[in-house]
């Protein structure tokens, strides 16, 4: 049923009306349109891919272009840690589970004589899809007014899969450059066809992909339900619902039990919590390591910390720092030979870029793209990633990962890296073979330095205009003039070398890109970096700019900063490098989709810190629960305010902060909630803290008191009754043992599924104190509650 009236769309911003080349318009059958369409765009990939990669075939670049413009199917990881998750994934199995999820709603719809009538679904969508269509076209316009006064950053939103405006159509691709409105229901045959498959090359059947986007399962009454399920899920922390090629950087890292690893452009936090998984996947309780998450955007940092605590990691470190500046530390318990700094054994720089291989994510990119974003972030990249390479330990890994499909961005900074680094120091891995069911291409050995001549041509179709007169390309940095404007953020370290002699000698071909017709994904590049002994930085200058006078420029840098000549190895860009206008550009990225950003009202940075849990309210904890085995100094609480949290940090995330010991890092939180300070004060309360949920899995093998054992079925009455009386309790012989240990906090533990509950144990009642979203994946897991 496809969506019929044309109900008008608003646009209250005059500007939303007839941008050049990207215009929106009402379409002769009164659909509203939108183009996806910028030749500029597209002849800049004709001229870097092609010859690598459709040479033989070039037919496939009009394949591989027209996927640019598909919207995503919805991807989701399991988390392994959340005990019996296997039920989640038992449906999953099941070919039919999404027509079976349908037919049992409607089931439960009808018999409550609620099932909707078509005439009414059809109708009740249309209002709906107005009042949403609505909100974008404001959203819209005020992302439009942000540009207008120079911000420059559009509406994001929260979480990885959360996609920015998309107002594209469904089967118009390919015909023509416009798109019409999604069809917002499903026929029966169409819900028939609709599956979840596995994705292969990811360990333990943990990835699935659902071969329909999300905005037909948000849009479609049918299917709504079923996307509630997902959502339940994903709150709770028992899926993550993330890109596919996103999912690639943590499992190259190669993560172990104990590693310490720095992410060190980590919000909102996809990766880092893939990590965190992967690492207590195999470690368990025993985990040692920890994943110190930083971002520069304080606000980020801050969702970081939300998104990512859903999965509870007492390994978990966020800061806040500009990556390419982060301080070296020092360590005095280190014990490698060469010196006392403080090495992180894994970096993954997930760095800032253009985001031009998201464009089935941020469809904005089909209006915004021009070459000047690359140019401008390419120097910042290139410092991350520096800096990433000399505080990685040596024989550790750096993995260097876009979301952009821009050799400026992906295979010149690479290279322009191994330029700078002494010979031997780093090597890249071939991570070609790693995943055998992955269709990955090998890096560009060659690409072509260029400018756009004009952010987009327009779409008159009488213009006759050609690449020749929207590209202009350097054949090298030297025979660029002085006054090219357009030039203005050109380096030299963008150039390949004649011959691709540097790129064939560092293996560039080792790296990753990853298009997105290849197996339905967004467009991304990879790169795993060995560090095989400490690095000298060769800085012959900083890199030159074109445009300006480059010797002088050069010259004057050479004396201002004598230093910088010098080989170092504990390279720290300098903030001259980087162009002011990469700042502006940092979250455009497509993995970052999170609350709008304004960096006017920045409040200025509280520095936090964590300290070792008073004395005094550690044995009040440890003689109430009991705890044994778990030492006082992995418990922790802030330095500003009021203290009420005690948090569960790993021996590695304590590290880390031992290793601050001038308290010089930003810190905005570690671990994960252990212990709360109780607001009861009612008689016979013996201990001033409660347990959290939160933690209770990784603390109850350590608790011998105030935990009770109990059966399978007395564990899903506590599920379904969160205030339970014990009256009600059908347990006589559990009921007396709870009312034994008097009131307080105590845990309800069940060996059938090593899983816990914390409750609270009035003098008549026992009520469990987990959230709204934990108390929904406990309903599936335990359940087995389709809705
Ligand atoms: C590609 S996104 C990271 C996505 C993230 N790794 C994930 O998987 O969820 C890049 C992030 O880098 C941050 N960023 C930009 N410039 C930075 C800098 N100089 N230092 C640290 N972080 C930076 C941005 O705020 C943004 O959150």
């Not at 910390?305 to 005095?332: E, K, M, Y």
């Not at 307080?744 to 009520?767: A, E, K, M």
């Amino acid at each position: 049923m496809g969506r019929k009236g044309g109900h008008k769309r608003r646009f209250k911003n005059k500007n939303n009306q007839g941008q050049d080349g990207y215009k929106k318009f009402k379409g002769d059958d009164g659909y509203n349109e939108w183009y996806y369409d910028h030749p500029i765009f597209e002849a800049y990939y004709k001229l870097q891919l092609e010859e690598a990669y459709f040479k033989e075939k070039p037919e496939e670049f009009t394949l591989f272009w027209n996927m640019m413009k598909e919207k995503l199917p919805v991807v989701f990881r399991i988390n392994k840690l959340t005990p019996n998750y296997q039920v989640f994934l038992d449906n999953l199995k099941d070919k039919d589970f999404i027509k079976k999820f349908i037919e049992e709603k409607r089931k439960q719809l009808e018999q409550q004589g609620k099932a909707p009538t078509e005439g009414q679904q059809q109708k009740e969508q249309e209002g709906e899809a107005i009042e949403e269509e609505e909100q974008e076209a404001e959203k819209e316009a005020e992302e439009q007014q942000n540009e207008d006064e120079g911000n420059g950053e559009g509406e994001e939103e929260e979480d990885d899969e959360d996609e920015a405006d998309q107002k594209e159509g469904d089967d118009k691709k390919g015909e023509n450059n416009t798109k019409t409105f999604e069809k917002f229901e499903f026929s029966q045959e169409e819900i028939d066809t609709l599956q979840i498959n596995n994705i292969k090359f990811y360990p333990d059947e943990l990835v699935w992909q659902i071969n329909c986007n999300r905005t037909q399962l948000k849009k479609s009454q049918l299917l709504k339900e079923f996307h509630k399920y997902i959502q339940r899920a994903n709150d709770s922390g028992l899926i993550s619902r993330q890109e596919l090629v996103s999912m690639l950087p943590p499992l190259l890292l190669d993560v172990k039990p104990d590693d310490i690893i720095f992410d060190m452009c980590a919000a909102p936090g996809s990766k880092t919590a893939q990590l965190l998984e992967l690492m207590y996947t195999q470690g368990g309780i025993n985990t040692k390591g920890a994943v110190v998450a930083n971002d520069v955007d304080q606000k980020r940092a801050y969702l970081l910390t939300h998104q990512v605590c859903r999965i509870n990691p007492s390994g978990l470190v966020v800061i806040n720092h500009p990556a390419q500046f982060f301080p070296t530390l020092q360590d005095p318990t280190s014990n490698q030979a060469y010196d006392q700094k403080f090495y992180f054994d894994k970096v993954q720089a997930d760095v800032p870029c253009s985001g031009d291989g998201a464009t089935r994510k941020i469809p904005t990119q089909w209006r915004n793209w021009n070459t000047r974003d690359g140019q401008v972030l390419h120097p910042l990249q290139l410092a991350i990633l520096q800096r990433a390479l000399t505080l990685c330990k040596v024989g550790g890994y750096v993995l260097y990962s876009t979301c952009s499909i821009n050799p400026i961005e992906d295979e010149a900074v690479i290279t322009e890296a191994f330029r700078r680094a002494s010979q031997g120091s780093i090597e890249l891995i071939d991570i070609h073979t790693k995943f055998p069911e992955l269709k990955g291409r090998r890096g560009l050995s060659k690409w072509t330095v260029c400018s756009s001549t004009k952010k987009h041509p327009g779409h008159d179709q009488e213009k006759k205009e050609t690449v020749a007169d929207w590209l202009k390309i350097y054949d090298n940095f030297e025979s660029i003039e002085k006054n090219d404007k357009l030039a203005q953020f050109v380096r030299d370290s963008m150039f390949p070398e004649p011959e691709d002699k540097m790129t064939n000698e560092i293996k560039i071909q080792n790296t990753m890109r990853i298009l997105p017709h290849d197996q339905d994904t967004g467009g991304f590049y990879l790169a795993l970096i060995k560090k095989n002994s400490l690095i000298n930085w060769s800085k012959k200058g900083l890199p030159k700019t074109a445009g300006s006078n480059n010797e002088e420029q050069s010259a004057q840098q050479q004396q201002e900063q004598p230093a910088q000549q010098q080989v170092v190895d504990d390279y720290i860009p300098d903030a001259s490098e980087i162009p002011k206008e990469a700042e502006s550009l940092q979250n455009v990225e497509g993995d970052a989709q999170d609350g709008k950003k304004n960096n006017k009202n920045k409040e200025p940075v509280q520095k936090e810190n964590f300290v070792t849990i008073p004395e005094e309210d550690w044995q009040n904890i440890k003689e109430n629960y009991g705890i044994e085995g778990i030492d006082q100094s992995l418990f922790v609480v802030n330095t500003i305010g009021k203290q009420k949290v005690v948090r569960l940090i790993t021996e590695g995330a304590k590290k880390f902060n031992d290793c601050d010991v001038k308290g010089v890092v930003n810190k905005v939180n570690m671990g994960t909630k252990a212990f709360e300070r109780s607001r009861e004060t009612f008689q016979g309360i013996q201990c001033r803290f409660r347990i959290c949920q939160d933690s209770v899995n990784l603390i109850a093998p350590y608790m011998s008191k105030r935990k009770i054992v109990v059966s399978e079925d007395d564990f899903k009455f506590f599920v379904q009754n969160k205030n339970a009386k014990y009256t009600e309790m059908p347990n006589q012989k559990l009921k007396e043992e709870i009312a034994q240990l008097g009131q307080g906090s105590i845990i309800l533990h069940c060996p059938t599924y090593n899983d816990n509950l914390v409750c609270q144990n009035f003098h008549q009642s026992v009520n469990i104190m987990i959230s709204k979203e934990i108390t929904e994946s406990f309903k599936i897991r335990y359940l087995k509650q389709l809705f």
